[in-house]
């Protein structure tokens, strides 16, 4: 087998002594570059921190079904983007193996993943909840922004035999625009309401008349809620 694809990545350096980090996935047809100037263009205050090293990925290009079979910037391939639609298990399986490199080398930074926050938007959202639910689910909370699991989604499979087992999983904040029409907002509360009927912990946000996007109200929410997860240690500065 092959070994994984070494991802490029936009990373957003701390101002004090790095002790924690988030893995921030992007959309489809998007870069981490391209993510990092959204949040920036969005977000007052920037969403950067003291002690918090953001790191945004980048997708390498793959022939994309839902746009009959032309090259994007895709985490994974999609039979069509619907609930209803089987998961394209191979292309997800195969960029599990590639991010869990960039999970890999923040630990070999010194961040253990009890001190780490996986999320993304839109299908980077549904990436990070595979990543968590599946392979990761030491790290301290997952987000998911205006995403969507697939009904038959082998992550809901997984969170449920890590309750039958009695194993922990990270809490989920997912957040929605009412108003999007890409990935319906009906679409992200069945995704909510399954993984944790399936047991894991879960907050849903709904933004009213929000379309297929960020807004500044959603970033500032994500940054109260990462500094719970991942508050300074008593040694950062």
Known sequence: ??????????????????????????????????????????????????????????????????????????????????????EHLESVNAMCSALGQVIEEEVKAGVPKHRMIIGGFSMGGAMALHLTCRYHPEVAGVFALSSFLNKDSVAYKAVEERMRVGSGLPELLQCHGTSDDLVLHQWGEDTAALLKKAGMATTFHSFPGLHHQLCQPEVELLRSWVLTKLPPLKLDP
């Open 1 to 86: 087998m092959a070994a994984a694809q070494k991802l490029q990545r936009c990373v957003v350096s701390p101002t004090g002594k790095h002790s924690a980090s988030i893995i921030f996935l992007h959309g489809s047809g998007d870069t981490g570059q391209g993510l990092r100037a959204w949040v920036r263009d969005v977000a007052v205050p920037d969403l950067a921190f003291g002690h918090i090293r953001v790191v945004y990925p980048t997708a390498p290009a793959r022939p994309y079904t839902p746009m009959r079979g032309a090259l994007s910037t895709v985490w994974f391939d999609r039979y069509k983007i619907s609930r209803d639609s089987p």
